[in-house]
């Protein structure tokens, strides 16, 4: 089992920056890809941000490229989403997601949610217009 811990929501203004965490813990972390989704309410999850296991490879949602970034520091466990230039549209629950991946594996950054093995509670962030 690998448990998830997001942080880091909260209220911003447009334009403003927040940036986002998640603590993992059970497993060994650098077997696991990490993904960012996000919920807005009466709307379907999507894909926002993944990081592969060795950190080489990233993947980002088209709306979100130029303004968020992924990172992930193996040694605390932890992934982090950076996200600046907020917008009002990017108001949603977010949720980190663990993608467990075999040695041939290292770079993979996959989209789907349904690739992935382990979630968060969710973050709430909020952009205010």
């Known amino acids: 089992q690998v448990q998830l811990v997001e942080s880091g929501g909260g209220l911003a203004q447009a334009g403003g920056s927040l940036r986002l965490s998640c603590a993992a813990s059970g497993r060994t972390f650098t077997n696991y890809a990490m993904g960012w989704f996000r919920q807005a309410p009466g709307k379907e999850r999507e894909f926002v941000a993944a990081?592969?296991?060795?950190?080489?490879?990233?993947q980002f949602e088209e709306s979100v490229k130029g303004r968020f970034s992924i990172s992930r520091d193996n040694a605390r466990n932890t992934v982090y989403l950076q996200m600046n230039s907020l917008r009002h549209e990017d108001t949603a629950v977010y949720s980190c997601a663990a993608d467990e991946v075999p040695w041939y594996g290292s770079s993979w950054a996959r989209t789907q949610g349904s690739e992935y093995d382990y979630w968060g509670q969710g973050t709430q962030v909020t952009v205010s217009s």
């Open positions: 990081i592969s296991s060795s950190g080489i490879r990233t």
